[in-house]
T-cell receptor
Framework: KQEVTQIPAALSVPEGENLVLNCSFT??????LQWFRQDPGKGLTSLLL?????REQTSGRLNASLDKSSGRSTLYIAASQPGDSATYLC???????????FGQGTTLQVKP | EPEVTQTPSHQVTQMGQEVILRCVPI?????FYWYRQILGQKVEFLVS????????KSEIFDDQFSVERPDGSNFTLKIRSTKLEDSAMYFC????????????FGNGTRLTVT
């Protein structure tokens, strides 16, 4: 059974720092991995999607990497800003129905 | 940018009552999903839906749950007889293709069962 774990559970950094969020999954047979952002009381906003054949994806200050064989992904946020404060969720797709298995998230606080 | 719309944003109901949560997916999307998040817990998959039928469901999605696409725009989740443990945030999502498209989520309906 696929399990997704995110470390750390919470992170507080000063504005301007570069940071890395970690995601691990137990079954390397995945179709893709998706990173989401969740603001309090809101839905999930898709940030980056990495296909199983890809190693990384970039969008602006965000870079996500995937090492399928070791069951790991990282989300790198460059030059963090207070507006980046949110919970970041990692999710993997292990079936061709689009079902996602989520981690518990990392809650990020960027202090001005 | 097109978005997934969910109504209502908050629903309070009494145990044993039926509730219908409504979603309008992005118009050209073909795959539809319901997820839920109990307070403080992970987001959990409930069901995926394509071509007017369920393509996968979780063990949570028992006989008390049903989904329907009654017309060309709406996608609904019905809980027949709500229990206290059904209290959660329910998210609808849609995607253009099952793979490799990303899922787009709505803002959720907070269901409180008293």
């Amino acid at each position: 059974k696929q399990e997704v774990t995110q470390i750390p559970a919470a992170l507080s950094v000063p504005e301007g720092e570069n940071l890395v969020l970690n995601c691990s999954f137990t079954d390397s047979a995945i179709y893709n991995l998706q990173w989401f952002r969740q603001d309090p009381g809101k839905g999930l906003t898709s940030l980056l999607l990495i296909q199983s054949s890809q190693r990384e994806q970039t969008s602006g200050r965000l870079n996500a990497s995937l090492d399928k064989s070791s069951g790991r992904s990282t989300l790198y946020i460059a030059a963090s800003q207070p507006g980046d404060s949110a919970t970041y969720l990692c999710a993997v797709s292990s079936s061709n129905t689009g079902k996602l298995i989520f981690g518990q998230g990392t809650t990020l606080q960027v202090k001005p | 940018e097109p978005e997934v719309t969910q109504t209502p944003s908050h629903q309070v109901t009494q145990m044993g009552q039926e509730v219908i949560l409504r979603c309008v997916p992005i118009s050209n999307h073909l795959y539809f999903y319901w997820y839920r998040q109990i307070l403080g817990q992970k987001v959990e998959f409930l069901v995926s839906f394509y071509n007017n039928e369920i393509s996968e469901k979780s063990e949570i999605f028992d006989d008390q749950f049903s989904v329907e696409r009654p017309d060309g725009s709406n996608f609904t989740l019905k809980i027949r007889s709500t229990k206290l443990e059904d209290s959660a945030m329910y998210f609808c999502a849609s995607s253009l293709q099952v793979l490799p498209s990303p899922l787009h989520f709505g803002n959720g309906t907070r269901l409180t069962v008293t």
